[in-house]
C-alpha cells in the first residue's frame, strides 16, 4: 500500500533564485524506511518540509508538482489538519519543546489537545508514546530538564501520540552528542519494527545504510537516485555527491567483495555473511 | 528549573478553590470599592481580602510587596495630609508643617484601596500555578493564542536568558572584557546582542514550525488533558461574586 506519492515536485524559496527542489517523484510504502542522502543545500530539509506541507504553506514561494499523502493533497490543506498524517521531527530538540507545558506529559498532551482528542482517548495515546520512547519515567519532569537525547526523544513522542501514518525526521542527532544521537535511533528502529512508515534525512551513513530500505540521493535539488542503500553506495561516483560511502562498503570495494547481486555490503552483518562465504 | 512564576506550593482552602473564582475575587475587590466609593466599603474589602492573605498563608511573601508599596504610601499621606484641596480641621503638627484630617483621611482611603488590591493579587497569584489560570481561561473562551504567549513567555524568557549566558561566556572566553566601568559594560553587549538577536529569531521561527506541525492552528475544538476538579462551592462562589458586583452596580445608580 503506497503512504506517500511526490509528483514531479519544484519548489523555489521566496527569495531564492535556484531551485530548491527540481523535479522530484518518488513513492514511499507504508512500512518503509527511507533514508534521505546528499550533501549541505541539497535539499533534504525542504524534502521533508515539503512532505509535510510546511513547503510551500509556511514558507510560501513557488511550488509546483504534488505530495500526496494518504491521497491528500499537502499543498492544498492546512499544515495543521496534515498533522493527523504525517509528523515531522527538527534538528534542534529546544525549539521543538513548544514552553507552555510543565510537565513532559502534558507536553505529549499539546498536539492532542489542539486536534480535540477525547480526554481518555490522550491519555491512552501519551502513555503509549512515553513507554515507547522510553520517556514514561520522566513523565512528571519539566521538558526543559531533560538532556539533548531525551528532549529529541519527546519531540518524537509527541508527534507519534498524534498517531501519524509517516514520520519525518530531519537530520534529528546533527546537535546531539554520541549518546543522544544512540538513544533517539534506538527509538527510531524501535518505530520502525512497530510498522511506522519513516523518512529521514541524515549525514550519518553507517545508521542510514544499516536501517534504511530504500535511500534518496539528492543533490542540487535534484533526485540522482532512488534505490536500495547496497545499490545507492557502490555507485561508482558517489563520492561526487559528496557521499562517502559507509565504511563497511570502502573495505569491500578494496577487497572487491561483493553481494550475490553484484553490490557492495553496506553493514558489518551483510560484510560477515559476504566473508564467510568467501573464506569459509 | 527556571519559571517564571510566583506560585507557592501549599495545601490551604485557597489553593484548592479554582482559578476563575480567584480573577473573579480580585476583578470584585478592585471594583466594587471604585462602584461605592467609601471609606467603609474599601475598608470591609481590604479586611477581607487581608484575611485571604491569611488563609492562604502568604502573608510572608505579601509582606515585601506592601513593604515596599509603603513607601508610596506615606508620601500620598504627607502630600494629601499638606495639601489637599479640602483641608480644613488641623489635626497635628509636625515642625513647621500642619496635617489637616480631610487629607489625612482621603490619604488613608487611598491607602486602603491600594492595600486591598495588593492582597487580593497577592491571594491569585500565591495560590494558583500560571499555567493553571491561563488554561482555566482558555476553557473560558480566551484565544487559544493568547493563552500560548502568556503561557510560554513565562518558561520561555528565562531559557533565552540562559542562551544570552552562554554567548556571553562564548564572548568572553574569546577575551571579551565584560567587568569594570560603564562604558567598557556597555561595549560588551554590542557582540552579545548580534547573536542573541538572530538565535531569537531562527529559534522563533522553528518553534512556530513545530507548533504548526502539532495542530496549532487546527480548527477543531481543543480539547484538555487537565480537568477542573468539580467543586460546588467554586460554583457557589462566582454566583456570590457576581451578584455583589451587580448588587453595588445597582446601589451605585440608585444612589445617584
Known amino acids: 500500500m503506497v503512504n ?3 509528483e514531479h515536485l519544484k519548489y523555489r524559496y521566496p527569495l531564492g533564485n535556484e531551485l530548491a527542489l527540481e523535479d522530484i517523484s518518488f513513492e514511499v510504502k507504508k512500512g518503509e524506511f527511507i533514508g534521505i542522502i546528499g550533501e549541505n543545500g541539497s535539499g533534504k530539509s525542504t524534502l521533508c518540509q515539503a512532505i509535510v506541507g510546511l513547503v510551500p504553506n509556511f514558507y510560501k514561494g513557488a511550488y509546483g508538482g504534488k505530495v500526496l499523502v494518504k491521497e491528500i493533497e499537502v499543498a492544498q490543506s492546512d499544515v495543521s489538519e496534515i498533522s493527523s498524517y504525517v509528523g515531522i521531527v527538527f534538528q534542534n530538540p529546544f525549539t521543538q519543546i513548544t514552553g507552555s507545558k510543565l510537565t513532559v506529559y502534558e507536553e505529549v498532551a499539546f498536539g492532542l489537545e489542539n486536534l480535540g482528542i477525547p480526554r481518555e482517548e490522550m491519555i491512552k495515546r501519551i502513555e503509549e508514546s ?13 521538558p526543559f530538564e531533560l538532556s539533548g537525547g ?11 501520540a498524534m498517531k501519524p501514518d509517516i514520520l519525518v525526521l530531519d537530520e534529528p542527532t546533527s546537535q546531539l552528542d554520541p549518546q543522544g544521537s544512540e538513544e533517539v535511533f534506538q527509538a527510531i528502529q524501535d518505530l520502525a519494527k512497530n510498522g511506522m512508515t519513516i523518512i529521514i534525512a541524515e549525514h550519518k551513513i553507517e545508521k542510514i545504510a544499516s ?39 570502502r573495505i569491500c570495494k578494496s577487497l572487491n567483495v561483493k553481494n550475490e547481486a553484484g553490490f557492495y555490503p553496506v553493514t558489518l552483518e551483510q560484510v560477515y555473511y559476504e566473508l564467510v562465504k568467501v573464506y569459509g | 528549573m527556571r519559571y517564571l512564576s510566583l506560585y507557592q506550593e501549599g495545601n490551604s482552602l485557597l489553593h484548592k478553590i479554582d482559578p476563575i473564582t480567584k480573577l473573579l475575587f480580585v476583578i470584585i475587590a478592585i471594583l466594587v470599592p471604585i462602584i461605592i466609593n467609601t471609606l467603609t466599603m474599601a475598608l470591609a474589602f481590604f479586611i477581607i481580602s487581608t484575611l485571604l492573605v491569611f488563609v492562604a498563608r502568604a502573608f510572608k511573601r505579601t509582606l515585601p510587596i506592601i513593604s515596599f508599596s509603603s513607601l508610596v504610601i506615606i508620601t500620598v499621606l504627607f502630600i494629601q495630609g499638606l495639601f489637599y484641596l479640602k483641608n480644613q480641621t488641623p489635626f497635628f503638627t509636625l515642625g513647621p508643617f500642619v496635617f489637616y484630617k480631610e487629607g489625612l483621611l482621603y490619604a488613608t482611603g487611598i491607602a ?3 492595600f ?21 481561561l482558555v476553557k473560558k473562551g480566551v484565544s487559544p493564542k493568547i493563552g500560548y504567549v502568556f503561557s510560554s513567555v513565562l518558561q ?15 564572548q568572553k572566553a574569546r577575551g571579551l572584557e565584560t567587568e569594570g566601568s560603564f562604558t567598557k559594560r556597555a561595549k560588551a553587549f554590542i557582540p552579545l546582542i548580534g547573536p542573541a538577536v538572530l538565535n531569537s529569531l531562527i529559534s522563533t521561527k522553528e518553534r512556530a514550525m513545530a507548533l504548526e506541525v502539532r495542530g496549532f492552528n487546527s480548527k477543531k475544538k481543543k480539547t484538555f488533558l487537565n480537568e477542573v476538579p468539580y467543586n460546588k462551592y467554586s460554583n457557589v462562589l462566582q454566583v456570590a461574586l457576581i451578584a455583589i458586583l451587580v448588587f453595588s452596580i445597582i446601589w451605585r445608580i440608585i444612589s445617584w
Open chain 2, 112 to 114: 486602603i484601596r491600594i
Open chain 1, 211 to 249: 536501517y534504511a530500505d530504500k535511500i534518496i540521493l539528492l543533490h542540487k535539488g535534484k533526485l540522482v537516485d532512488f534505490d536500495t542503500p547496497e545499490k545507492i553506495f557502490s555507485r561508482e561516483d558517489i563520492e561526487e555527491y559528496g557521499i562517502v560511502p559507509p565504511v563497511y562498503t
Open chain 2, 156 to 170: 520561555i524568557i528565562p531559557q533565552m536568558m540562559s542562551i544570552v549566558d552562554t554567548i556571553l561566556d562564548a
Open chain 2, 116 to 136: 486591598n488590591i495588593i492582597n487580593a493579587v497577592a491571594v491569585l497569584i500565591f495560590t494558583t500555578k500560571p499555567s493553571d489560570l491561563i488554561e482555566a
Open chain 1, 4 to 6: 506517500l506519492v511526490v
Open chain 1, 130 to 142: 512515553l513507554k515507547l520512547l522510553r520517556l514514561f519515567e520522566y513523565r512528571h519532569f519539566n
Open chain 1, 150 to 160: 531525551q528532549m529529541q526523544r519527546l519531540a518524537i513522542a509527541s508527534v507519534i
